[in-house]
Nanobody, 126 residues
């Protein structure tokens, strides 16, 4: 069983930055594709960014492209989401997800992921 735990959320002013971290337990972190999703109040959960288990492939949603960057450190079993130039519309609960796979692909749909964290709140004030 893999446990996924997010951290790093908080309150920040518009234009500011935050870095979210996600630790996935288990011996085979390098075999997991990782993704970040978010859910704003009253809205459905949406894709934010994802990275492949190997080959360094990444994808970012158009709404965050150029502002957010996903990265991973396999030695620390951690994936990061660096969020810059934050906007009030980025306010949401951010979820980290893991998918066990040997493929070098990036996965952007919720039902493709096997394990989820509990989420971390990000609030951007105007």
């Amino acid at each position: 069983q893999v446990q996924v735990v997010e951290s790093g959320g908080g309150l920040v002013q518009a234009g500011g930055s935050l870095r979210l971290s996600c630790v996935a337990s288990g011996p085979t972190f390098s075999s997991y594709a990782m993704g970040w999703f978010r859910q704003a109040p009253g809205k459905e959960r949406e894709f934010v960014a994802a990275c492949s288990s190997r080959d360094g492939n990444t994808r970012h949603a158009d709404s965050v492209k150029g502002r957010f960057t996903i990265s991973r450190d396999n030695a620390k079993k951690t994936v990061y989401l660096q969020m810059n130039s934050l906007k009030p519309e980025d306010t949401a609960v951010y979820y980290c997800a893991a998918k066990l796979t040997s493929d070098p692909w990036v996965w952007q749909f919720e039902n493709e992921y096997d394990y989820w964290g509990q989420g971390t709140q990000v609030t951007v004030s105007s």
